[in-house]
């Protein structure tokens, strides 16, 4: 799970962070959510290596590639379809997409691209 810096970054947009509903094994840039009640959200391993709670607007939600994927096509149950879209953007986007350091940044791209038509632009953030 990336949990650079960059990606951290990368997600702390409204776009992203206003459709996260937590649930069980969400990243967050404080930890793993492990308990979930309204908008408060229980986390582990965090920093100081104990759970904390914090309300979901405190934290920055890091979707994994299976929630980036699922955002971009979310009625699709084939993955080939995604994978064969994805690899159509990348040809399109060459030196754009291999600016990413991992799939959960490249699928991110992929999904603020598609939805959003939004580029990252590395000292503006999301930029259209």
Known sequence: MDKSPKYIKM???PEIQ???KP???DWTDKGIVVKVFKDRVWLAFTESGTTI??????LIWLPRQ???QGMVMPERNFPF???GDLIRWIDNYKSYSCSFDSMEQLWLAFVMCTLQQMTLV???GWVK
């Open 11 to 13: 997600c702390d947009c």
């Open 66 to 68: 299976d929630q980036t």
């Open 18 to 20: 206003e459709g996260w």
């Open 23 to 25: 649930a069980v094994g």
């Open 53 to 58: 709670d914090r309300h979901k607007s405190e």
């Open 122 to 124: 590395d000292e503006k």
């Open 81 to 83: 379809n995604q994978v």
